[in-house]
C-alpha cells in the first residue's frame, strides 16, 4: 500500500485554498491511492467535505482510492460517494480493502 498511496495534508489555512492546490496538482497524484487528512484544520464542515466530490469522482474513474480524514463532522451527512474517516490508520484500511477488492475484481 505505501508505494501506492500517497498522504497528503495541509498546511494551507482553509480547506478551500487546500483543495485548490489539490486541484492544481491533480496530475501529479493521479496514479496514487490519495488519503487527504483534514483532520487538522479547527474547523470543518459537511460543505467542506462535499466540495472534495468533483476530485474523488475523477480520482475513482481511474481505479484509484480517495479517502478524507475529518473529525467531528456528521459522517451521516457525507454523501455515500465518498469515504471519510476519523483516523488515518482507517483511512489505510480503507485503502488496503479498496486495492483487495480492485484484485479480486469488484
Do not use: W
Not at 49 to 60: M, Q, R, V
Amino acid at each position: 500500500m505505501e508505494n501506492n498511496t500517497k498522504i497528503i495534508q495541509s498546511s494551507e489555512k482553509s480547506v478551500l485554498l487546500f483543495l485548490d492546490n489539490l486541484n492544481l496538482n491533480q496530475e501529479n497524484l493521479k496514479n496514487k491511492n490519495l488519503i487527504i487528512d483534514i483532520s487538522t484544520f479547527d474547523t470543518v464542515t459537511n460543505t467542506d467535505i462535499k466540495l472534495f466530490l468533483n476530485l474523488s469522482k475523477a480520482h475513482k474513474k481511474l481505479k484509484k482510492s480517495f479517502v478524507i480524514v475529518a473529525k467531528n463532522i456528521d459522517y451521516n451527512k457525507v454523501p455515500v460517494t465518498l469515504t471519510v474517516v476519523p483516523t488515518l490508520q482507517e483511512a489505510k484500511d480503507c485503502v488496503e480493502l479498496e486495492e483487495i477488492e480492485r484484485d479480486l475484481g469488484f
